[in-house]
C-alpha cells in the first residue's frame, strides 16, 4: 500500500490549506487514516484521524480550525485547515490502518510552511 499525500506549501498566517492523502496498492479494506505532523526539532504528533465510520478525533491545539474527512470510495483523506498559525509549519503524514490486521502504512509528507 502506498500513501501520496499533496497539498502542502506556504501560506500567510490566517489563511487556509487542504491537504489531501490517497492510498494505492494491494488494498484490503481500510479503517482509520489519520494526520500527523512534525515541526523542527519536535516529535511526530497527531493532528487528527477518523475512522471507516466517519467517527473523529483531534488534537486540542486543532480542534474547530482542521477538519478531517475521507472519501472511501476514492481511498482518499483530505485535511482542511483554516485560521493558521505559524506553529503549524511542520511536515504533515498521513497514514492508513489496512486489512484485518490494520498494518498502518505511512506517507512521505508533505511541507506546510505558515509565515507570520
Known amino acids: 500500500v502506498q500513501l501520496q499525500a499533496s497539498g502542502g506549501g506556504l501560506v500567510q498566517a490566517g489563511g487556509s490549506l487542504r491537504l489531501s492523502c490517497t492510498a494505492s496498492?494491494?488494498?484490503?479494506?481500510?479503517?482509520?487514516m489519520g494526520w500527523y505532523r512534525q515541526a523542527p526539532g519536535k516529535q511526530r504528533e497527531l493532528v487528527a484521524v477518523i475512522t471507516s465510520g466517519d467517527s473523529t478525533n483531534y488534537a486540542d491545539s486543532m480542534k474547530g480550525r482542521f477538519t478531517i474527512s475521507r472519501d472511501n470510495s476514492k481511498n482518499t483523506v483530505y485535511l482542511q485547515m483554516n485560521s493558521l498559525k505559524p506553529e503549524d509549519t511542520a511536515v504533515y503524514y498521513c497514514?492508513?490502518?489496512?486489512?484485518?490486521?490494520?498494518?498502518?502504512?505511512w506517507g512521505k509528507g508533505t511541507l506546510v510552511t505558515v509565515s507570520s
Open positions: 497514514n492508513a490502518d489496512e486489512g484485518p490486521l490494520y498494518v498502518r502504512y
Open positions: 496498492g494491494s488494498i484490503f479494506s481500510i479503517s482509520a
